[in-house]
């Protein structure tokens, strides 16, 4: 299992700056020194003291604010007024990061004279409506369109939809751009005359938006020319989300032949059951898995499958979701991936802990060092296991004896992991900076 992004280790003095930059546990006098050289790392934690949080505001160098803009607390939200624009631009933009700002910040960066600044704080979802209609007549054409765009939505209907007349659609269809007749085949209103000229249409997207049409019966579903690759992640139709269907049209479309609708509804709350137990035993492995990132009440032999043979974003709350008691019977699996899922139950012994540190897979031996079970003696000798992230993640490590850690430090390939080991005393973290030469503050 390639899960590991291996990089060069960074030898003393550098190593130990990079690593107490990144030390949950460095308190504020270390903080402080640090931000000196422009050395931490605001990601490491949720929340800053309000000291570290001033220094960090009025930082000369604007890097050091940009990153506070990202990760900072609260306190960050001061910097919708900060001099430097890639500042304003880190904190408008941090809603790609799932992160809110306060409709009262927005307020502030929705005058803001910069263009990036003003069209990220039109993305935000929750605009004030006085900001939106303030956007709406923006000099610059980009801010406009995503202010145009928030707007309309807060007054949609569900996917956008809206009802089309013939000469509408016969208007779409003879459209000589393929996105949009591409767009109209895939609204669930377009006229079924409409639907079946697009099935003809040249543009194999066009043909395959409108086999998902949920107007067709499946013999003219299964009649168009469309061949779908079950590798391919395709889009979806949005109406197999948002459509509402009651429980007879629902029973009707899950026995369709056209895996993108299959697909489409396994994503649906409102499944019945026995369409539930159909997708689950679906000969899609995709129809499969969004059943099971979906739902709560899949079996578990699906939830075991699915964290087997998958690698994507939602395998870690899969793997959260399979009953722990009895895992330890995988511990001799011929997949790595199932040996690992041992470590989960909570009757496992520290002795079966042990021999998965041991594994020849380093994926399995690196879920045996996040184990509380493994003994601190094991944490010690996994400092020589050949895989940069086990041993300087062993490095890291909390159970480190004292001594190991001391010695760690000096080691160029453990010092920058030794040196964000929540456990090193102060008095060491203010040695190493002193050695690294920076300044003490005064």
Known sequence: MAIFLLDDSTPPPKGWI????RNPAAPDDVVLRLLSVNAIDFSTRKAWSDEVAEVALNHADPKVRRHF???GGDQRFRLAGDPDVEVRRALAACFELGKQLPEEV??????????????DVACHPNLPRQSQVKLLSDPVDGVRAAAHQRFEEADRPPGGWTPITSEEADLLVRSENAEVRERAAFNPLLPIEAVRGLARDPEFRVRL???????????????????IDPGIRYHLPEWTLLLRLDTVELRRLATSAHVLIR???ARR?????????????????????LLAENHDDVPVELLL??????????????RERIPRQGLRRYADDPHPRMRALALDDPHTPPELVDRLSRDEEPWVRWCALRDPRLPARRVVELLNDANPNLHRDAAADPRLPPSCLLEALEQPRL????????????HVMHNLLDRAGVGRRR
Do not use: C, M
């Open 415 to 426: 010092a920058a992991a030794a040196a964000r080991n929540p456990t090193l005393p102060t």
């Open 263 to 265: 697909r489409g509804l």
């Open 209 to 227: 938006a409108a086999s998902t049409h949920p107007a067709l019966a499946e013999e003219e579903r299964a009649a168009i020319d469309v061949e």
């Open 18 to 21: 990079e690593g107490l930059s």
């Open 305 to 318: 499958e699915i964290w087997r043979d998958w690698e994507g974003l939602s395998q870690r709350r899969i």
């Open 269 to 289: 709350k409102d499944l019945p059951q026995d369409v539930k137990e159909r997708f689950a035993a679906d000969e899609d492995f995709a129809v499969r898995l």
């Open 106 to 119: 927005l307020e502030v960066l929705a005058d803001d004279p910069d263009d990036y600044v003003r069209w």
């Open 69 to 71: 803009a990202i990760f």
